[in-house]
């Protein structure tokens, strides 16, 4: 199902959707997930985001440089030395890896990016995440894929400057968007047996 309001269908199929399409994002797509976004909650409700919404090729080109060069100098390789990850087979977690290349590649080829931003010091982005999540799932219910990406902060300063971000703002994210070329399916985790604890630490969860 490419569009759906259901919302647990939602939450167990919004993957990374890391190869796209270049057609563009109609805007009323785009105000459906910026809606989304700032329905999130925030620390005192205080809302001190701001989403930054790049199209021009250009400025995706000069920042995408900067994703490009933490993918292939730093965390590519780091993933390639380590183990998959848990509840996937070695084989789906190559099919990762090969996605977030492509992803590292052809980033700046995203129709649209997302860049949230707060201000003040950087800090956890506990008052952001939820807005980026929350824009993650309105993109999957519109059927646009997209990524939550944040290697490109291992050059964040050359890579906030090329997007333009002034000083006083931080970026914590960018959401590459567009339509996908493959599909949704289920996301693959550990099961709960494994990562819920009942009562006491170590003592598995049962639901029976
Ligand atoms: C904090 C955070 C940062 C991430 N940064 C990147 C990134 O820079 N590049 C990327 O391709 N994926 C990135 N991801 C996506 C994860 O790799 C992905 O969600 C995970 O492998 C699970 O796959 P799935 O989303 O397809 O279920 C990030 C996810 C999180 C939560």
Redesign the pocket.
């Known amino acids: 199902m490419d569009q759906t309001n259901d919302l647990f269908e939602i939450i167990r199929s ?5 190869r796209l399409k270049a057609d563009p994002v109609p805007n009323a797509l785009l105000n459906q997930v910026l809606e989304a976004g700032t329905c999130a909650a925030s620390g005192g409700n205080q809302q001190n985001w701001k989403f930054l919404v790049i199209r021009d090729p250009a400025i995706k080109a000069a920042a995408g440089a900067f ?1 490009y060069k ?2 292939h100098e730093v ?1 590519g390789p780091r993933y390639r030395a380590g183990g998959s ?1 848990p509840g996937t087979s070695q084989e789906s977690f190559e099919r ?1 890896l090969a ?2 290349e492509h ?2 590649d052809h980033i700046h080829e995203a129709p649209v990016w997302i860049v949230p931003c707060l201000s003040g010091p950087r800090g956890s982005g506990a008052s952001i ?1 939820p807005a980026v999540q929350n824009m993650l799932l309105a993109c999957r219910a519109l059927g646009l894929g997209a ?6 902060l291992i050059h964040g300063a050359e890579a906030e400057a090329a997007m333009g971000i002034p000083e006083g703002y931080h970026s914590y ?1 960018i959401l590459p968007i567009g339509f996908p070329r493959g599909k949704f399916g289920p ?3 550990a099961p709960l047996a494994e990562v819920v604890y009942d009562d006491s630490w170590g003592k598995a969860w049962s639901a029976e």
């Open positions: 919004t993957r990374s959707m890391r994703y933490g993918w965390v990850a990762m996605a977030a992803l590292a995440y990524t939550l990406t944040t290697l490109y994210a996301v693959r985790r």
